[in-house]
């Protein structure tokens, strides 16, 4: 057991939780996850999220960046450990699968005025900046094998260009499309369909995945160039940040190191280097940016190590070194 290992341990209960599954490699079933497991669900923020999605889908999703949109929340509960069995999620659960579309992918509320190629009313859709992270999250929480969720998956991976994923919408909203050219690939949802492919060993090995390992790769080697759909690659994409939401280091580097294609690249391993190089004492890294929603979240201030973002990039550097080590 490292240094962080120990340190992480006297952290709140999530991150033991996910200390003792991710990096010290215990059984599910072993006393010690059990307990800081039950420890998690009893936390006020935890069940404070899960009380937030019972409404689901919420407010009309107005800008997918939002760090407090429905899905976020659902993403970041599935982090964390959560299941279709525990309290409070069985209905958010059977609310997302009876809006699938009939091509597969989930939909949620949006309104996209007409100036923007939209009907300027609440529609019930979904684009490939947020139909993924519903899909990653309904596997992370167990139904990886639904009928429902294998449909939407496997539309969206054929979706993919030999660019990445570009900026792809159901067929409600209309002509809407961002702020890029057809034929760049939209960073953010190349991000999070490598993100759901990473959940599947099959997937990983999938020729759309590694197109998307491709694209993430050059957009970094060309950041300085290459800002398609305004998505940049700078000083606050370098900036360390929890949770894993939009398009920044901790989260690209997450993503990619399912893959080794990836990890064995130079691209990766600068990027990774950048991270190591703000690493503190004890193996601990401090919060350079946050997500106002979670101020109260040990990750929500910049001025003293937070044990959840440690335990991200710690796990990131152990998945990295596996990889290497093969």
């Keep these: 057991m490292g240094i962080s290992d120990h340190w992480l341990l006297g952290g709140p209960a999530y991150v033991q939780y996910r200390t003792r599954l991710d990096l010290l490699g215990l059984s599910a079933s ?9 420890e998690m669900l009893r936390m006020p923020e935890v ?15 107005s800008s997918h960046k939002s760090s407090n949109q429905s899905f976020h ?39 996209i005025g007409a100036s923007h190629g939209g009907h300027g009313i609440d529609t019930g859709a979904w684009a490939l900046c947020d139909a993924p992270n519903l899909i990653y999250a309904l596997i992370k929480m167990g139904l990886r094998y639904d009928p429902k969720v294998e449909k939407a998956a496997s539309y969206l991976i054929h979706l993919v260009e030999d660019f990445g994923w570009p900026c792809g919408v159901s067929q409600e909203l209309g002509s809407f499309h961002g ?26 090995n999938d020729p759309a995945a590694s197109a998307g ?54 691209r990766y391993q600068e990027m990774l280097q950048l991270v190591r190089e703000k690493e ?47």
């Design 30 to 38: 072993d006393p010690q996850v059990k307990s800081a497991r039950a």
């Design 47 to 61: 069940q404070n999220l899960v009380f937030s999605l019972q409404d689901w889908p919420g407010k009309v999703l």
């Design 73 to 111: 929340t659902l993403n970041f509960l599935a982090d964390l450990g959560l299941t279709i069995e525990d309290p409070g999620m069985p209905p958010v659960i059977d609310k997302i699968l009876a809006t699938a579309s009939p091509e597969g992918p989930f939909r949620l509320t949006m309104n």
């Design 179 to 204: 702020p890029g050219k057809k034929t760049d690939p939209c960073p953010y949802a190349t991000l999070v369909m490598l993100k759901v492919m990473g959940l599947d060993p099959i997937w990983r």
């Design 213 to 266: 390992v491709r694209a993430l790769l050059k957009l970094w080697q060309e950041r300085r160039n290459q800002h398609p759909y305004i998505f940049y690659m700078g000083t606050d994409f370098c900036k360390l940040k929890a949770p894993l939401i939009w398009y920044d280091i901790v989260h690209v580097l997450d993503v990619l190191s399912f893959f080794p294609a990836a990890i064995h690249d130079p």
């Design 280 to 326: 503190q004492p004890e193996g601990c890294f401090i919060p350079e940016s946050v997500y106002i929603p979670y101020r109260e979240w040990d990750f929500g201030q910049k001025k003293q190590p937070s044990y959840w973002l440690t335990f991200l990039i710690q796990r990131i550097f152990h998945r990295s070194s596996l990889s290497i080590s093969d």
